[in-house]
């Protein structure tokens, strides 16, 4: 992975952990502003290395129903990672969650071709794998998400009290 992919995932990391992180603390009186700064970069860390990690799963999970013997891998270029960028900078709600998700389509829509050729799949089937990994990993970064602002509200809480 070049130097510029790797700028481009970071930077888009810390974008959809701000877009996602402000919103949930911007209503609650009880967060300090340090602590969501102190947030922010190793969420907005997980973020791009869950990025990062979503044409490696899409590539894994497309290996059992390959027609040819597996190649290199799937991997972003930074053609591929601009549109991601874009997508994480209008994270932002104020922006529109269906724009957003609209454009995460669009960037998955991307990483299908590559896979297809790669892996000798259909499009449909390297789309089905693209989405799937895409939906588990953005599940999985919502829960831990949602348990680490869960326990940062518990924590100021107890504090207060």
């Given at each position: 992975m070049s130097s510029t992919v790797v700028v481009l995932l970071l930077f888009a990391g810390v974008s959809e952990a701000a877009g996602r992180?402000?919103?949930l603390v911007a209503g609650r009186?009880?967060?300090?502003?340090t602590l969501v700064a102190g947030l922010l970069l190793p969420a907005?860390?997980?973020e791009g290395v869950v990025f990062a990690l979503w044409p490696l799963t899409a590539w894994t999970m497309a290996k059992p129903v390959m027609s040819s013997p597996p190649g290199t891998g799937l991997v972003w270029t930074p053609g591929l990672v601009a549109p991601l960028v874009l997508a994480a900078v209008l994270a932002f709600?104020?922006?529109?969650p269906l724009l957003h998700f609209t454009l995460f389509?669009?960037?998955?829509?991307?990483?299908?071709?590559?896979?297809?050729?790669?892996?000798g799949l259909g499009w449909w089937s390297a789309a089905g794998c693209v989405a799937v990994a895409g939906a588990g990993l953005g599940l999985a970064v919502e829960a831990v998400r949602r348990l680490v602002v869960r326990i940062?509200?518990?924590?100021?809480r107890g504090s207060i009290a």
């Amino acid at each position: 992975m070049s130097s510029t992919v790797v700028v481009l995932l970071l930077f888009a990391g810390v974008s959809e952990a701000a877009g996602r992180i402000l919103p949930l603390v911007a209503g609650r009186p009880g967060m300090s502003r340090t602590l969501v700064a102190g947030l922010l970069l190793p969420a907005g860390l997980v973020e791009g290395v869950v990025f990062a990690l979503w044409p490696l799963t899409a590539w894994t999970m497309a290996k059992p129903v390959m027609s040819s013997p597996p190649g290199t891998g799937l991997v972003w270029t930074p053609g591929l990672v601009a549109p991601l960028v874009l997508a994480a900078v209008l994270a932002f709600p104020l922006l529109g969650p269906l724009l957003h998700f609209t454009l995460f389509v669009g960037v998955g829509a991307g990483l299908v071709g590559p896979l297809a050729t790669a892996g000798g799949l259909g499009w449909w089937s390297a789309a089905g794998c693209v989405a799937v990994a895409g939906a588990g990993l953005g599940l999985a970064v919502e829960a831990v998400r949602r348990l680490v602002v869960r326990i940062s509200t518990t924590e100021a809480r107890g504090s207060i009290a």
